[in-house]
């Protein structure tokens, strides 16, 4: 028998916040809203056409026990790491980063002369591979590919699949699909979910339905929490819509949060953080190369 499509759960509208060296961005969800997104942690959403807004930016700090998934959908920002790694992800592109046993990196954002805008996901590492080696992909848009449906909605895949076409961003510990979707007006559009991972959608534009008990639209800049099911159906309305939708098989694993590091005790964090004054929190260090 097949599941029913899932519902929303819960709704999140966004909250104004001060982050980096004082950048406002608006944060969907973070360690307030554990363990309801497991495997997801973060969502932040950041857009402004004032560059006062962002040119702060994220200046030098650490990570360890989470990937960082930055998404551009217009502007530029600069980024450099203790991998060696440094360079531009621009518009369309995304740096999905493991920051596995430690990293350091800054993330700024360029002045632009329009709206500099985009999303950072946090995605959580099991227990396991939380001390693995980082890795950094770094992406640009023409390596995502498009699906046209026949309804005329267009999918953009970063990572797992949609309609037998996979997204270059395979070999993620929880087996995220991460979609950028566009339903024109009046259209509508199906994702089969697997009936285990947790799923969501944020409405980047427009106002978005979805099917279910819970049937109000999402306004763009919401995020909508899906319970169980086996499927994900949206509809757009006159204006049509946009929006991300992405879910995960989630890991069921204690979570101990402190800023940019999150691990699975207490303890993990305090040995992070002797480990961050003594000067031997980044395992793998290796020189810049631009790009
Ligand atoms: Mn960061």
Known sequence: MPEPPRSIEHRFPGILTLEGAGVRLRRSFSNNEVPLFDPFLLL???????????????????????ETVTYVLE????????????????????????SGSGII????????????????LWVNLPAAQKMSVPAYRGLTRA????????????????AGSYGGVEGPVAGIPVDPTYLDVTVPSGGSFDLPTHP??????????????FDGHDGHPVPAGETALFGPGGSVRAHAQEEGARFLLVSGRPLHEPVAWYGPIVMNTHEELLQAMRELRGGDFVKDRRPIVEE
């Open 196 to 209: 285990g991972y947790t799923a969501f959608a944020h409405a980047v534009s427009g106002n978005v339905r």
């Open 44 to 66: 932040d959403r950041f857009g402004s056409s004032n560059p006062e807004d962002y040119l702060a930016g994220f200046p030098w700090h650490p990570h360890r026990g989470i």
């Open 143 to 158: 390596e995502f590919p498009e699906v046209t449906t026949d309804e005329g909605s267009r999918v953009k895949v970063v």
């Open 105 to 120: 990196h800054q993330e700024m954002p360029k002045r632009s002369e329009g709206t500099m805008s985009g999303f950072q």
């Open 75 to 98: 502007g530029q920002v600069e980024h450099g790491d203790t991998l060696g790694n440094a360079g531009v992800i621009g518009s369309g592109d995304v740096q999905w980063m493991n």
